[in-house]
C-alpha cells in the first residue's frame, strides 16, 4: 500500500491552514504523515548501494525539517507546504552532488546536481567544457537523461562568462550558473504502488551527471541547501 495519500492530504490540508494553531491541533496527521515519509526515505536508503553507497546514513539526517527558517524572511508562512530529503553521504550536510526528493501536492519532483556552485565549480566546470564538451554531451544526449530530465537546468547568465567569446560553439553550456536536473513527478506516479522503484530509476539515469560533475568540484560542494521555489499556486516548484 502506497504511504504517500495521507502524506499528500497532510500537506494539502497544511497549505490551507498554514499556522501555528492548525498545526498544534493536528499534529496526529503530521506525525504520522511524517512516520509515513521517514519509513520510504529509510526504504530508499537501503536500496540506494545500487545507484551510490551512502555509508550509514541516519535517515533524520537526510530529511529536512517542515519549519521554515524565519529569522530573516518573517513574511514565510511558518511550515513548509512539503516534505523532502536528500540521498547522499551525510546527508543534508554531504558535501557530494544531492540527489533530492520533494513531495508536495501538485509539485513532487526528483532533483540532484550543482544547485549552488561555488566560483571554483563553475571555473573548473566551464574549463572541462571548454576543452571537450564531449563527456558532458554523451551524457546529456543519452537517451535516458533525454528521457527523464530533458536537457539541463538552472539559472544562466544573461551575459557571456569572462575569458570565453560570445560566439563560442559551447556558449550555451558556458552561460549555466547551474548545473542541475529535475524530473517533475504527477500527484498519480507519487501515489503508484511502484514509486519507490521508479525514483530509483530516475536517480539511476541521473548518475552519469554526477559522475561527470563530481570530479570536477570534488570537495569544494556547499552542503545541500535547497529551496525551491513556486512558479504558481499551482505550479512545480524547482529545484
Known amino acids: 500500500m502506497s504511504p504517500f495519500p495521507p502524506i499528500l492530504s497532510f500537506l494539502h490540508s497544511l497549505r490551507q491552514n498554514n499556522n501555528h494553531e492548525w498545526f498544534a491541533a493536528h499534529r496526529p496527521e503530521y506525525e504520522e504523515a511524517r512516520a509515513l515519509f521517514q519509513d520510504f526515505i529509510q526504504g530508499l536508503i537501503f536500496r540506494f548501494d545500487a545507484i551510490e553507497p551512502l555509508g550509514d546514513l541516519p535517515t533524520k539526517d537526510a530529511i529536512f525539517r517542515i519549519h521554515n527558517d524565519l529569522r530573516f524572511a518573517k513574511n514565510k508562512p511558518p511550515y513548509k507546504d512539503h516534505f523532502s530529503a536528500v540521498l547522499a553521504p551525510g546527508g543534508r550536510h554531504s558535501l557530494r552532488l544531492p540527489y533530492y526528493i520533494h513531495i508536495m501536492p501538485g509539485g513532487s519532483l526528483l532533483a540532484g546536481g550543482a544547485h549552488m556552485p561555488t566560483s571554483a565549480d563553475l571555473q573548473a566546470i566551464r574549463v572541462s567544457i571548454a576543452e571537450d564538451p564531449t563527456p558532458l554531451k554523451r551524457v546529456i544526449e543519452a537517451p535516458e537523461f533525454r528521457k527523464y530530465f530533458g536537457e539541463i537546468s538552472g539559472e544562466r547568465l544573461k551575459s557571456t562568462p569572462r575569458g570565453y567569446a560570445a560566439d563560442h560553439p559551447q556558449i550555451d553550456l558556458l552561460r549555466l550558473k547551474q548545473f ?31 559522475d561527470y ?10 552542503p545541500a541547501r535547497v529551496s525551491p521555489k513556486r512558479k504558481s499556486e499551482q505550479g512545480v516548484e524547482r529545484f
Not at 183 to 207: P, T
Open 213 to 222: 560533475l563530481q570530479p570536477l568540484i570534488g570537495a569544494q560542494m556547499r
Open 180 to 210: 542541475t536536473v529535475v524530473h517533475q513527478l504527477r500527484d498519480e506516479r507519487v501515489l503508484a504502488e511502484d514509486f519507490a522503484d521508479y525514483a530509483l530509476q530516475v536517480f539511476s539515469a541521473m548518475k552519469p551527471f554526477f
